[in-house]
């Protein structure tokens, strides 16, 4: 069964300096949302959430979320459908 992976409450409010902090990974070459959201390189000064990068590009989101599950182990992180 193929799992469709989304970010929980609790991770939409993680900033992408928390993010990278707790091991998690970088965004897909191919995601839209620096094109949204301005260079990642910037979002850790900028206080970027998890949220805004899921809304700017909800594949991003789907990619971060499967992350936390199968490499960072965080199933508090993710709401599975």
Not at 48 to 71: K, M, W
Request: proline share 5%.
């Amino acid at each position: 069964m193929t799992h469709v992976y989304n970010l929980s409450a609790k991770a939409l409010g993680i900033t992408w300096h928390q993010w990278l902090s707790m091991g998690g990974c970088g965004i897909p070459n191919d995601s839209s949302a620096p094109q949204r959201l301005g260079p990642a390189a910037y979002w850790q000064e900028n206080g970027v959430t998890l949220e805004q990068i899921a809304q700017a590009c909800p594949y991003t989101g789907r990619s971060l979320a499967r992350f936390a599950v199968e490499h960072l182990s965080r199933n508090d992180l993710v709401n599975l459908y």
